[in-house]
């Protein structure tokens, strides 16, 4: 067996007139966390469920722990451990009966079952509510029993599509520090999230995807150096954006002015330099800037250097 968990290679999926994913290939090695960052509507997902064995791709193949998802699927799905945006529970039954049920899919029978339900329950942090109807847990908890219930085999490999979206700050925070947990245990993660700071913090390796490709990978570190030494610039104004945001991309040291939802960001070469003319531009115009918030190179940087938009929804 070689050093990689997954290979992907050269993935394709079409929707009829709709392209999915547009020859998307990577490697993740055995024992990293692995990213997936891209805005909603990247591929992320689509090619996720490739991975699983939940759709056939059009075009490539991948293979999961050696074994190819075309040819041989049933033994690449063994391998893995699938956490889906949608939560996958029984809102009648208590969480480890949902568990119970979950582990005997898996073909888990006694002794063995209870063992792994009440590791799965610790390492979720839900012992003291395994009682408890899933139908009453918050969308966090349930998010949690649904990652245990991806856990109970004891996979190679963990699948983790968006697990954190619209949930609370606090089961967010226990999601995350469940995720580097698992993977300090050995365990491969292969991430999909469209939050910077999340692939930025759990990431070894990170795949920027937008519009059924991928735009960049590499470590967290060289992916910044994309962008070199330019600042992010975020402001705000009392007026349409329009009115300067052409003024401002003639200033020399702007490379880039984009306006998502009222914010305009512009890439500098030096903050310090540029801002001073900035208020100069907007005052010629009778606009007022109202704030300015100046940002080190990070992945939300990469994608706008990369693609001229904003990485937020």
Not at 29 to 56: D, V, W
Not at 207 to 222: R, V
Request: aromatic fraction near 4%.
């Amino acid at each position: 067996m070689g050093e990689y968990a997954v290979e992907v290679h050269d993935l394709h999926k079409d929707f009829g007139e709709v392209y999915a994913v547009k020859g998307v290939s990577f490697n993740v090695q055995r024992g990293e966390i692995f990213s997936l960052l891209g805005p909603n509507g990247a591929g992320k997902s689509t090619t996720i469920s490739m991975l699983a064995c939940l759709q056939r791709p059009s075009q490539g193949d991948a293979l999961v722990m050696g074994h190819s998802v075309t040819a041989v699927p049933q033994q690449a799905k063994a391998a893995l451990g699938i956490v889906p945006q949608e939560i996958a529970l029984y809102d009648d039954l208590s969480a480890r009966e949902n568990l119970d049920f979950w582990g005997k899919m898996y073909g888990l029978r006694g002794a063995a079952l209870q063992k792994q339900v009440d590791d799965v329950l610790e390492l979720i942090g839900l012992t003291d509510r395994q009682k408890g109807r899933i139908g009453k847990f918050s969308g966090g908890m349930k998010r949690r029993v649904n990652i245990g219930a991806a856990l109970l085999h004891k996979p190679d490999i963990i699948i983790m599509d968006e697990p954190t979206v619209g949930i609370d700050p606090q089961s967010r925070r226990h999601i995350l520090d469940g995720v580097k947990a698992l993977n300090q245990q050995g365990m491969t993660v292969l991430y999909t999230t469209h939050y910077m700071e999340e692939a930025q913090e759990l990431s070894d390796h990170i795949a920027i995807m937008d519009q059924g490709e991928i735009i960049a990978l590499g470590t967290h570190g060289e992916l910044v150096r994309i962008v070199g030494e330019q600042d992010r610039i975020d402001l705000r104004i009392n007026a349409p954006s329009e009115l300067v945001m052409a003024h401002w991309q003639e200033v020399p040291g702007v490379s880039q002015v984009t306006a998502d939802d009222g914010l305009i960001s512009l890439l500098a070469d030096d903050s310090n330099v540029v801002l001073p003319r900035l208020f100069e531009v907007a005052t010629a115009v009778n606009v007022r800037i109202t704030s300015v918030e100046i940002q080190e190179p990070n992945l939300e940087t990469v994608f706008l250097h990369l693609t001229g938009r904003a990485l937020r929804d």
